[in-house]
Structure formats: C-alpha cells, structure tokens
C-alpha cells in the first residue's frame, strides 16, 4: 500500500489542531495505559494498519504484556485480564466508535457512568473521537505502518 497524499504536509495546521486535542488528552487525568489500549481498540474496529501498528508497539514500550495485547479484540472473554476501568472504557469505546450501529444507547452510557466521573467520561469520549479521527486520516491516506516500512 502506497500513502496516497501526506496531510502533515498539506494541512499542518488542521494537523497542529489534532496535536492539540492529543496533547490534552494526554494531561487529562486519564491513565496513560487505559488511553493507548482504547486507541489499540478503535484502530482495529476501524481496520487502520498504521495506528494498530504504533499502538501496539506504544503498549508494548509502557511494557504492557502480549498476552493482554492479543486479546484486546476480545476482552469481554478475557476474564479478569483486564480490570473494572479497562473493561469500561473498551465497551463505551466500542459503542462510540459504532455509533450508527449502536446509537449509545442508555444502558452503555450508564455503564460507563457507573467507571468513569462526568470529566473522566467526556475525556474518553474526547480520545475515543480524536482516535476516530486519526484512523479516518491514515486509513484514508494510505499511512504506511512501520513494520511495512520496516519489511521493505
């Protein structure tokens, strides 16, 4: 798969405004490893190469076990692998991400609410949006994942 047009070029300040809402995201309270495993989550409901490869290598940097990466997709089967806010955070990942599936009904956002305070809820809505995002952009654009890159 070749990139198809390079948006960091093109529209640096759409980008720089990304940055901003990332950066944000980062200083917002919301545990690091939960951030990156919902980001992990999203990239592979959207199918997107080149964020599931730099999650995957981030999580694995935090130090973050193989065993818990593989079964990210199917963590509601993984037992007690994943805690109460993981668990939380991936199911109100998954029904966002869905949303012209799912609608967010009522009794996912209760659940999420049950974890997370309103600020921590808005917060993982704001990450699960901006990864949203960013999967559109590097799926979209052709964005090579390193391990290609790396494989060429």
């Not at 798969?1 to 390079?6: E, T, Y």
């Not at 200083?27 to 997107?48: F, H, K, T, W």
């Not at 076990?65 to 991936?90: D, H, N, Y």
């Not at 901006?130 to 952009?137: K, P, T």
Request: charged share 20%; net charge neutral; glycine share 6%.
């Amino acid at each position: 798969m070749s990139q198809r047009l390079d948006y960091n070029q093109i529209a640096p300040g759409g980008v720089k405004a990304l940055g901003g809402v990332y950066g944000y995201i980062l200083q917002s309270g919301l545990e690091a490893d939960l951030v990156e495993l919902i980001y992990l989550r999203i990239s592979q409901i959207n199918n997107c190469a080149y964020c599931l490869d730099m999650h995957t290598r981030d999580l694995v940097k935090k130090g973050i076990k193989l065993e818990k990466l593989a079964l990210v997709q199917a963590w509601p089967e993984a037992g007690s692998l994943f805690g109460e806010r993981e668990r939380a955070a991936l199911a109100w990942a998954e029904t966002v991400t869905r949303v012209s599936e799912t609608g967010v009904p009522n009794d996912a956002f209760q659940a999420a609410r049950a974890t997370f305070d309103e600020k921590e809820l808005v917060d993982l809505t704001i990450a699960i949006s901006l990864m949203n995002a960013y999967n559109r952009m590097a799926f979209s654009f052709r964005n090579t994942p390193q391990a290609a890159k790396s494989a060429q």
